[in-house]
C-alpha cells in the first residue's frame, strides 16, 4: 500500500444547513473528543421458498462497519474535533473532565493491577494444591507397594516350610489322598478412615501454609516454590507453653498447687488498699473483704493507716516493716570508719580576728598572691579557702572569714568546719569587738587556738599589752604561762611567717588528724554563689572520702551531679580528697551556705531526698504560729510600719549576712521585711515583685540584666547598688528613718489653770487662767486637762491680758484666752501649752 492510500484525503463538504444525522449515518465517539460516522448499509437477504411460493425479501439492517482507531498521523479529524471541543466547554470544563478522565485511568489500572495479582495467587495456590495431591499419590503408591512386597515374601516362604517338614512327608507317602494346595494371602488394603486422617491433616497443613504465606506479605516466587520458607517462627511464651505442659502430661495430668510465698511488707506512714495488695502478692478484693470482716468499709483506692495495714498483713502470715517519711532523709551523723582505713590529712585552719587587723594580708604573704587589692572597700565580705604547700611539702588549708560585724554566720561556719584557728590581732588596736566574737566562736567549736600578733612593724605596736587584754576573755598565751600558742608577726613586711607555719604543723601533729579517702565523699558548703556562664557553683570543703566527676549529691534542699571540679587555682581537677577546698559544679540550685554535702548511690535517690527536704522546708515556711485572742487583738492595733525590701547579693553567704543586718534595723515603730532574697544577677521577676509591692531592690555586687533594666525605666522602681556591706546599713537606715518621718519632740512652755469661764461672742467661750508655771504665748499648742484627764487638744487662739492683745503672760498674772474649736471649758480644769521640735529621725 502506497502512502497516498493510508493518508485519507481531506475533502471540503458543500456549503448547507447543518442536521444532526445524515440518513444511513452513524456518528462514533470517542475519548479525548474524537468523533467519527459510520455509513450503515441496507442488504437484502434472500430467502429460499417452496415452489409455488413467493419469494420473501427481508431488509435487513447491517451492523455498523467498525471503524478503525484513529490514527495519531490521521491530522484530519484531530484539529476539527480541538476546535468543537474549545468552541463547546470552557476552560474549567475541560480541566475538569481532564482530570476525571485521568481518575477514571488510574481506578482502571489499579484494578488490572489488583485482577492479576489475584489471578496470580490463585494460580500459585492452585499449583501447590496440585504438588500436595500428588505428593499424596505417591506416598500411598509407595506404601501399597511395600504391602504388596511384604505379602509376595510371606507367601513364598510358606510353601518351603511345608515342604521341609518330616512329618509332613511322612504322612504324605503314606496317606492315598492327594496333597492339598498351598493357602494364598491376598494384600490387604489399608483402613480407608486412616487415609481420610492423612488427608485431612495434609489439607490443615497446606492451609496453614497458606496462611502464614498471606501474613507474610507480597507472594513471590521464591515463596511459592518453597514451602517451609517464610513461614512464621514460635514464639518463646509459645515453647514455654508447651513444654509446660509437657511438664504437667508427665507428672500425672495434673499441676501440683503453688506453694504460698511470705512476704517482708515495707509500710509507710499512709498507704492505699491496693499499693498493698500489691507488696503483699494478694488480691485487693481479699484485702477488702479483710477489712470489711473488720467493719472497715472501704474500697481498693482508699487509704489506711499503719496500724490498720498492720492487721491485713499480720492476718495473711506476712511480716511487716514500718517506716516513716524522715526515714527517706539523710540522717547527717557521724559513723566511726576504721582505724585502718585512716590515711593523714591536711590540717584546716580558719583565720578569723577583727575587720582590718590583716587577715586577708597574712594569708596573701603566705601564698604569695595579692587578694586584698581586689577588696571593695578594702575589707574581706567573702569567706574565702586556698591550700598552701609549706616548704617542709606539707599542706595547709586555710579558711579567711570575714572580720566585719554583719558576718558572724560566716565567722561561726569556720570555726565549726576547722581544726586550728589563727586569731590574728593587731597590736596598734588591740582587743575589738569582732576579736572578742571570734574567741566566743572557737571555744564554743572547741578548736585550739593560736594567736597572731600582727602589725609589729608599727611604732605604736604593744604586743605585751594584747597579751595581757587577751587575759580578760580566758585566753593565756605561753609568754603568760598558758597553753595557747602565739607568735608575732607582719603580713606586711612578712616577719615571722616561718615560725608561724611551725606552730601551726605542730599543733597539726598533735591533733593526729586522719580521713578515709576511699568512701563516698562528704562536704561542708562554705560558700555558694549563681555564676551567669558556669550556672550555680558552691564552694565546698571536703570532710572525709573522695568526691569525683560524675558523682550524684545532695546538698541542703538541692541535688546535682558533679560536672566538674575546680581547685583553688582555678583549674579543673578530676577528684578531691579529704581537707581539700574545691568549687563544685552541676547543683540544680544555690544551697544554702553551711549545708552537708552528701554523695548518694544514684540520681533518684538524690532527687527523693531533695524532694523530701523542700516539702519539709515549704511546711516549714507555711506554717502558721499557735495564736490567741490577746496576739490577734495586739496586732490589729499594732502600727508598725514595715519596709519592704528585694534583696540580690553574689554569694548566700552575703545575703545571710544582708538579710541579718536588716533585720537587726527594726525597732518598736518600723520593721523591715524581706520580700526576696537570692544569689544572681537581678531579673525581670524581681523587678515585677518590686513594682507591685513598691519596694527597693538591693543589689550587693549584682547588677539588672539588660530586660530587667528596661522593667526598672518603665515602672521606675527603685534601685540601690553597694558593694560594702556598712554602706547598705547606713543607707537602708537614712531610708527607714525617712519612711517615719522627722521625730517630733514636745517641749511644755507653761501651765496655768481656769478661774472662771465668760462668754465669747454668741458661740465662744473665754476662760479666765491664772498662770502657775512658765508663760502662756498666742498661737501655741495646748491640752486642756479635767481631773489629768485629757479633754481636749487645741491651739490658742488668742490671749488677752485685761482688754489689750497681748503675745505673752508670764507666771503669776492673770489672763483670757479663747481656744481653738473647743467650748467644754469648766472652772478648775489645767490648761497646757507647749511647743514641738522635729528633728531628724535616728534609728
Request: aromatic share 2%.
Amino acid at each position: 500500500m502506497s502512502d497516498t492510500e493510508d493518508k485519507p484525503t481531506r475533502t471540503r463538504k458543500p456549503l448547507g444547513l447543518s442536521r444532526a444525522v445524515d440518513a444511513g449515518e452513524v456518528k462514533q465517539t470517542f475519548s479525548h473528543g474524537r468523533t467519527n460516522k459510520v455509513t450503515v448499509e441496507v442488504k437484502r437477504r434472500r430467502k429460499l421458498t417452496r415452489p409455488g411460493e413467493a419469494p420473501v425479501v427481508e431488509e435487513v439492517q447491517a451492523a455498523p462497519e467498525p471503524a478503525p482507531a484513529p490514527k495519531p498521523a490521521a491530522p484530519a479529524q484531530k484539529p476539527a474535533a480541538k476546535k468543537q471541543n474549545v468552541s463547546n466547554e470552557t476552560a474549567q470544563e475541560r480541566v475538569a473532565r481532564l482530570q476525571r478522565e485521568a481518575e477514571e485511568d488510574r481506578l482502571r489500572s489499579a484494578e488490572e493491577a489488583r485482577r492479576r495479582e489475584e489471578e496470580a495467587k490463585s494460580k500459585a495456590q492452585e499449583q501447590e494444591k496440585q504438588r500436595a495431591e500428588a505428593n499424596r499419590e505417591a506416598e500411598a503408591e509407595a506404601s501399597e507397594a511395600k504391602a504388596e512386597v511384604a505379602v509376595q515374601s510371606e507367601a513364598a516362604a510358606a510353601p518351603e516350610g511345608i515342604s521341609e517338614s518330616p512329618e509332613a512327608a511322612g504322612e504324605q507317602s503314606d496317606a492315598d489322598t492327594p496333597t492339598p494346595a498351598a493357602r494364598k494371602f491376598t494384600p490387604v488394603a489399608r483402613p480407608e478412615p486412616k487415609r481420610a486422617e492423612k488427608k485431612k491433616k495434609e489439607e490443615k497443613r497446606v492451609s496453614k501454609v497458606d496462611d502464614d504465606r498471606r501474613r507474610s506479605g507480597k507472594l513471590t516466587v521464591n515463596r511459592a516454590l518453597n514451602d517451609d520458607e517464610g513461614a512464621r517462627a514460635r514464639s518463646l511464651a509459645a515453647l514455654k507453653r508447651a513444654r509446660e505442659k509437657e511438664r504437667r502430661m508427665q507428672g500425672g495430668g495434673s499441676s501440683k498447687p503453688r506453694e504460698k510465698q511470705y512476704r517482708e511488707v515495707v509500710v509507710p506512714e499512709g498507704i492505699t488498699v491496693g499499693e498493698l495488695a500489691k507488696r503483699m502478692g494478694e488480691k485487693g478484693a481479699d484485702l477488702v473483704k479483710a477489712l470489711f470482716n473488720m467493719d472497715m468499709m472501704v474500697t481498693v483506692n482508699q487509704t489506711i493507716d499503719q496500724d490498720t495495714a498492720e492487721l491485713l498483713v499480720e492476718e495473711f502470715g506476712h511480716t511487716i516493716k514500718r517506716v516513716s517519711e524522715s526515714d527517706v532523709d539523710i540522717q547527717v551523723q557521724e559513723d566511726q570508719d576504721p582505724a585502718e582505713t585512716l590515711r593523714p590529712r591536711p590540717a584546716v585552719v580558719t583565720i578569723m580576728g577583727h575587720v582590718d587587723h590583716g587577715k586577708t594580708s597574712l594569708l596573701d604573704a603566705l601564698r604569695g598572691t595579692d587578694v586584698v587589692k581586689g577588696e571593695a572597700g578594702g575589707i574581706t565580705q567573702h569567706i574565702g579557702s586556698y591550700q598552701v604547700t609549706t616548704k617542709s611539702g606539707d599542706k595547709v588549708t586555710f579558711l579567711d572569714t570575714p572580720g566585719h560585724a554583719a558576718f558572724t554566720e560566716m565567722r561561726q561556719r569556720g570555726a565549726n568546719v576547722t581544726d586550728i584557728v589563727v586569731l590574728v590581732v593587731a597590736a596598734d588596736d588591740g582587743i575589738m569587738p569582732q576579736t572578742i566574737e571570734a574567741i566566743k566562736h572557737t571555744q564554743a567549736a572547741g578548736v585550739p587556738m593560736i594567736v597572731a600578733i600582727n602589725k609589729i612593724d608599727k611604732e605604736d605596736a604593744n604586743p605585751q599589752k594584747i597579751r595581757e587584754r587577751l587575759l580578760e576573755h580566758e585566753v593565756v598565751v605561753e609568754a603568760m604561762s598558758g597553753d595557747v600558742l602565739d607568735v608575732e608577726i607582719s603580713a606586711k613586711k612578712k616577719i615571722n611567717l616561718d615560725e608561724l607555719l611551725e606552730k601551726i604543723a605542730l599543733q597539726a601533729e598533735l591533733l593526729e588528724l586522719k580521713a578515709r579517702p576511699d568512701r563516698p565523699a562528704e562536704a561542708t558548703v562554705i560558700e555558694a554563689q549563681l555564676d551567669k556562664g558556669r550556672g550555680p557553683v558552691a564552694t565546698v570543703l571536703i570532710t572525709r572520702g573522695t568526691l569525683k566527676r560524675g558523682d550524684n549529691f545532695v546538698v541542703g534542699t538541692e541535688s546535682g551531679k558533679v560536672r566538674a571540679i575546680v581547685n583553688d587555682q582555678g583549674k579543673q581537677i578530676k577528684e578531691a580528697g579529704p581537707s581539700m577546698p574545691v568549687e563544685v559544679l552541676g547543683l540544680g540550685g544555690v544551697p544554702d551556705a553551711g549545708e552537708q554535702l552528701t554523695v548518694v548511690e544514684n540520681e533518684a535517690r538524690a532527687r527523693e531526698v531533695a524532694q523530701y527536704r523542700q516539702e519539709k522546708a515549704t511546711e516549714k515556711r507555711t506554717a502558721l504560729a499557735p495564736t490567741n485572742f490577746d496576739a490577734m487583738f495586739s496586732s490589729l492595733k499594732n502600727d508598725v510600719v514595715e519596709f519592704p525590701v528585694l534583696v540580690k547579693a553574689d554569694v548566700q553567704g552575703s545575703v545571710q549576712a544582708i538579710n541579718t543586718a536588716l533585720h537587726a534595723l527594726s525597732n518598736d515603730l518600723i520593721k523591715v521585711r524581706v520580700l526576696h532574697s537570692g544569689v544572681g544577677a537581678i531579673t525581670e521577676s524581681d523587678v515585677t515583685l518590686a513594682a507591685a509591692s513598691r519596694a527597693p531592690i538591693i543589689g550587693f555586687n549584682v547588677r539588672p540584666n539588660p530586660k530587667a533594666r528596661e522593667l526598672v525605666k518603665r515602672d521606675n522602681v527603685e534601685m540601690k547598688y553597694f558593694d560594702v556591706i556598712y554602706h547598705l546599713t547606713e543607707e537602708i537606715s537614712k531610708e527607714m528613718a525617712g519612711e517615719l518621718g522627722p521625730e517630733k519632740i514636745e517641749h511644755v512652755v507653761g501651765r496655768a489653770e481656769v478661774k472662771q469661764v465668760f462668754p465669747a461672742g454668741k458661740k465662744d467661750k473665754a476662760a479666765g487662767l491664772l498662770v502657775i508655771e512658765g508663760a502662756i504665748r498666742k498661737g501655741l499648742h495646748a491640752r486642756l486637762t479635767r481631773e489629768d484627764v485629757i479633754v481636749s487638744a487645741t491651739t490658742i487662739q488668742s490671749l488677752r491680758r485685761f482688754k489689750d492683745d497681748v503675745d505673752e503672760v508670764r507666771t503669776g498674772l492673770e489672763c483670757g484666752v479663747v481656744l481653738e474649736d473647743t467650748n467644754d471649758i469648766k472652772p478648775g480644769d489645767m490648761l497646757e501649752v507647749f511647743e514641738v521640735e522635729e528633728r531628724e529621725r535616728v534609728l
